[in-house]
């Protein structure tokens, strides 16, 4: 591809048990997976647009036909783990934050602190929930899974009440 040539990512609304998502990809893998009234997607969209010099049409691709099965089977309790092809853009630090993410086995939860300890940063962990909170993969990079060291929920882009689904949705079928 030259320079001058346009770069088309492919957008996608998929239906969930906790409403609309958003799906981009190419034909290699998903860029962004974000529920439909995220507070700031717009400007999240505009930002990824910029950074990434694509532009966003509507279509689909292989990695949005993954990812509509899987978290079909997700929400059906038939998936614990995603494995639809990601690109994960981030400063190495969140990207090292999310990897922590991955690592929360599915129906358990961690605290921020506790997410900061695993990358080797135990004072880090208000620079963890801002990592959390650019992550641009909701569900399939569990930032659902991290709580706050008091057992409160703490932030969660998609809000609280889908925090709560999500964790009592895990847990219920992790505790089978």
């Not at 962004?32 to 400007?43: A, C, I, M, P």
């Not at 092809?85 to 981030?90: D, E, F, M, R, T």
Request: proline share 4%.
């Amino acid at each position: 591809m030259n320079a001058t040539e346009p770069f088309f990512l492919k957008a996608a609304q998929l239906e969930t048990q906790l409403g609309p998502m958003m799906a981009v990809s190419d034909d290699d893998g998903l860029y962004l997976l974000e529920f439909v009234d995220k507070h700031g997607l717009e400007r999240e969209l505009e930002r990824f647009k910029f950074r990434t010099k694509a532009d966003i049409v509507l279509g689909t691709t292989g990695p949005i036909k993954s990812i509509t099965l899987e978290l079909k089977a997700y929400f059906d309790g038939l998936l614990t783990e995603f494995k639809t092809s990601l690109h994960v853009l981030g400063s190495p630090f969140q990207k090292l934050a999310w990897e922590a993410l991955m690592r929360i086995p599915y129906g358990q939860t961690r605290t921020y602190a506790a997410q900061s300890e695993a990358i080797g940063k135990p004072s880090a962990y208000r620079a963890v929930a801002n990592a959390n909170g650019a992550n641009r993969m909701a569900i399939v990079i569990p930032c659902h899974r991290v709580i706050n060291t008091n057992g409160a929920l703490g932030g969660y882009s998609a809000g609280l009440a889908r925090k709560q689904w999500l964790i009592d949705h895990e847990r219920s079928l992790f505790q089978r």
